[in-house]
């Protein structure tokens, strides 16, 4: 009976199809590039306000020139532009210390950032990149989602895009990579089935 329980349970989890977390409730329609906040400390404990100068933000999106004429090439500049944007915010807001992955001790808790803060931060630049109306390749997709402790696998969140042709969906992951540096862009089937940077075996 255990079993059937357990196996029910793990055939609803791969239902959701690596739904990811619901943004709503860290949403603000008045948030803008030039006014935003950024999440950190675990699970969005800490939001400090930032900012970007409309200088800093014309340089995100000279990011994107010239034009990408494929979507491989649009992607590797959203990796780009996503970076500028996580400089910039950091050096606004003073959270410049995050480190990869989640390891860290409690008096340093007010920097760092889990994979909700992260994706919840990275779904705002996009949508910041969205609403500029320069991509041509993609769009944004609501975050993804893996692993259910069910399964043997240690849950992880992340932002993502959409190809609009294909609709195939790339995670937008930065969760793996100190602040200031371009997030990983990684196909939805290859990060589901538990991709990790190469050298990278813990899952934290």
């Not at 900012?51 to 034009?67: E, I």
């Not at 500028?84 to 001790?105: M, Q, V």
Request: with cysteine; net charge neutral.
């Amino acid at each position: 009976m255990k079993f059937i329980l357990l196996a029910a349970a793990i055939l609803a989890l791969s239902a959701c199809n690596n739904r990811g977390m619901n943004l709503y409730p860290y949403q603000n329609p008045d948030f803008t590039p030039q006014n935003f906040a950024v999440c950190s400390g675990y699970s969005c404990y800490y939001r400090t306000p930032a900012k970007m100068t409309k200088g800093q933000w014309k340089r995100v999106l000279r990011s994107f020139k010239p034009a990408a004429k494929t979507p491989e090439k649009e992607r590797t500049q959203i990796a780009r532009a996503m970076k500028r944007i996580e400089i910039y915010a950091g050096k606004s807001s003073g959270l410049t210390d995050d480190k990869p992955k989640a390891e860290t001790f409690e008096e340093e808790r007010e920097t760092q950032m889990d994979c909700i803060d992260e994706t919840i931060n990275a779904s705002l630049y996009l949508d910041f990149i969205h609403e500029a109306d320069i991509l041509k390749f993609h769009e944004k997709a609501p975050p993804v989602h893996r692993g259910f402790f069910v399964d043997g696998a240690w849950p992880h969140n992340s932002a993502a895009i959409r190809d609009k042709e294909t609709k195939e969906v790339f995670v937008v992951d930065s969760y793996y990579r100190p602040h200031g540096n371009e997030p990983y862009i990684i196909p939805l089937k290859t990060w589901a089935a538990f991709w990790r940077p190469e050298g990278d075996q813990k899952e934290n």
